[in-house]
């Protein structure tokens, strides 16, 4: 099998598709779309460090450190100091960053009924075994790729 170009550019138009289309400017929570999908990441991940959150992120860390303390100014989330290494730090969701990102997931699910409801049932199907499955693969490689 050839890996074009296409296959690239297929999880960010899927990802576009589910955030409903919106472009890196600010949304209607105030944040853009490269502090919503980071803001998710740390829901996913909450009480990892920058450095592993790093890892679920395609932003640097310079990059991810600035997008942090953007939503931390926004008291969206909150860093507390590790106990056992003092220059750690934990990245926790405040109670306004969970209520933004369960506004975000139900929004996120409604996308994905109303993209989803053209398609059989068949293609639905598909379409969940394609993503499990790349789940799954994408998994095995940060695991090999971390040790």
Do not use: C, W
Request: a positive charge; aromatic letters at 2%.
């Amino acid at each position: 099998m050839k890996i074009t170009e296409d296959y690239f550019s297929v999880l960010p138009r899927l990802i576009r598709m589910l955030m409903d289309g919106k472009t890196p400017q600010r949304n209607k929570n105030g944040i853009n779309l490269t502090q919503e999908k980071t803001i998710m990441m740390v829901s996913d991940h909450e009480g990892n460090t920058l450095s592993s959150l790093s890892r679920y992120s395609e932003l640097d860390k310079g990059a991810l450190s600035r997008v942090l303390k953007t939503l931390e100014k926004q008291s969206l989330i909150r860093q507390e100091r590790d106990t056992h290494d003092r220059r750690s730090f934990h990245i926790l969701l405040t109670e306004e960053g969970q209520v933004l990102t369960d506004d975000i997931r139900r929004k996120m699910s409604g996308n994905i009924s109303r993209m989803m409801a053209p398609l059989t049932t068949e293609q639905k199907e598909k379409m969940t075994r394609a993503l499990v499955d790349l789940l799954e693969i994408t998994e095995a490689l940060e695991s090999i790729h971390r040790t």
